[in-house]
């Protein structure tokens, strides 16, 4: 009996040995999984923020890191959902959207945190305009803005690092918005969107945003007055600050936009001249080449050029061959602008993904044919350019439909000019078409600004 009582003492003590060890591996394993998961959180959280910083200074390096950022995240879904919104952002700029919809919708169903589903969103605004998809525009907008007014409530709850997003974010929403707004012709909103950004607020954070803050607006549709010269003065101080800062901070791309934007200002003789009086130290310090005045447009969109074919950024480049052909315009070379157009066409067929920047350089091709009294190929431009104005029209009239009272002004106004423009073509009054055609390519190269 002895015996058998002994046997049950050293069982229960073995037991309860047994239950500590295993109560202390379990907290030990809890241990190391939660510095394991705050070590992966804190390299993908740096790997991305690497990535971030690279948006606008290499495509390739933006790419290389989100992807190592995703590979750190192992289990942080935040950081894997900030990599795939980076990696998302790289192929919008080369033009495949769909693998940037497709990182997209990963990273929403990926992550419950906000400021990553809000970025993901603001994104799909940008791919969706790109598309001239109205009315999924008007959708992730309503979704991004939620997103928002959500965080901003709860804002206190956010560490630093999703506090620098937000920033990101915040700017990036208001800014898209407004851009959007003038591309759709509501300039009024599209004001009143951009003073929602404080230039000297959070935004200075963010030298990126910043930049893309004072290009946005010195790009044409945000300051208003009945004097054209004094709004071109205004504008281009913004501009003269953003490429100072790019140039300074090693920002290729914004320093590309404004080369380009600085361009189209100085396109107008008297435009130009009032500029050269009010800004000359600056003119002449861009003035790398050492061109005359009058040739100094070309030579910047030339070099805007350079900068976005080696950044590899599809959309932008077709935009600067189009902004080249404006300065050859200008100068009445329109075999060298035909060039220019055609090369924005045929340098990467993928720019067809994009209707409403293919619509805008067959536009000038109608023009530029028609100069050169060639009639059978300004028609056949004329009916691209029409026929997908008529295309993203009718998908803007969907977005319309959420904002009824933009509507029937919208309709008149750009089925009149459509109207008008076919009638004068049609009956041989070429002079008008090239002023319509001139009328309405200032509009949408501005269009095309904001849209960057």
């Not at 495949?96 to 603001?122: G, H, W």
Request: overall charge neutral; hydrophobic content about 40%.
């Amino acid at each position: 009996m002895q015996k058998l009582l002994d046997t049950l003492l050293r069982l229960v003590h073995n037991i309860k040995l047994f239950g500590c060890s295993i109560w202390l591996v379990s907290l030990w394993s809890i241990l190391l999984f939660s510095a394991c998961s705050s070590n992966d959180s804190d390299v993908a959280d740096k790997l991305n923020t690497l990535s971030y910083a690279y948006h606008y200074r290499s495509l390739d390096s933006t790419e290389v890191y989100a992807r190592k950022a995703f590979a750190a995240s192992e289990s942080y879904d935040a950081g894997k959902a900030e990599a795939l919104n980076n990696l998302a952002f790289v192929n919008i700029a080369r033009m495949d959207y769909q693998k940037a919809a497709q990182q997209l919708d990963s990273a929403i169903n990926i992550t419950d945190n906000q400021v990553e589903l809000l970025v993901a969103e603001i994104q799909y605004m940008r791919l969706c305009q790109r598309q001239s998809h109205n009315k999924l525009f008007y959708i992730h907008q309503e979704k991004a803005k939620k997103y928002l007014d959500r965080i901003i409530e709860d804002k206190n709850l956010l560490n630093s690092h999703q506090l620098k997003r937000l920033i990101y974010a915040q700017s990036e929403y208001y800014i898209n918005l407004s851009a959007y707004y003038y591309y759709v012709g509501l300039v009024e909103p599209s004001i009143e969107t951009m003073k929602c950004i404080d230039p000297d607020g959070d935004i200075q954070k963010d030298t990126a945003q910043y930049l893309n803050y004072l290009y946005n607006v010195g790009a044409g549709g945000i300051i208003t007055n009945a004097d054209a010269n004094v709004v071109a003065n205004e504008e281009f101080n913004y501009l003269t600050q953003c490429y100072i800062v790019a140039s300074q901070r090693n920002y290729p791309y914004w320093k590309a936009q404004a080369l380009q934007a600085i361009s189209e200002h100085l396109l107008s003789p008297s435009t130009r001249q009032m500029l050269i009086t009010n800004y000359r130290p600056f003119l002449d310090y861009i003035n790398t080449d050492g061109m005359d005045y009058s040739l100094l447009a070309g030579n910047l969109a030339q070099r805007s050029l350079n900068i976005f074919t080696e950044y590899k950024d599809v959309y932008q480049t077709a935009g600067a061959y189009r902004t080249l052909a404006g300065c050859y315009w200008e100068i009445d070379d329109y075999p060298s602008a035909l060039i220019c157009l055609n090369s924005a066409l045929e340098a990467d067929t993928i720019i067809n993904r994009a209707p409403d920047l293919v619509a805008s350089i067959r536009e000038q091709l109608c023009l530029v044919y028609s100069a050169q009294n060639d009639k059978v190929n300004s028609d056949i431009n004329r009916n691209y350019y029409l026929d997908l104005q008529e295309q993203t029209r009718q998908d803007r009239k969907l977005f319309f439909k959420f904002h009824k009272q933009c509507l029937p002004y919208f309709v008149c106004v750009t089925s009149s000019r459509l109207c008008s423009f076919r009638k004068n073509h049609r009956q041989g009054k070429f002079g008008i078409c090239r002023r319509q055609l001139l009328l309405l390519n200032g509009r949408r190269n501005a269009q095309a600004r904001r849209m960057a």
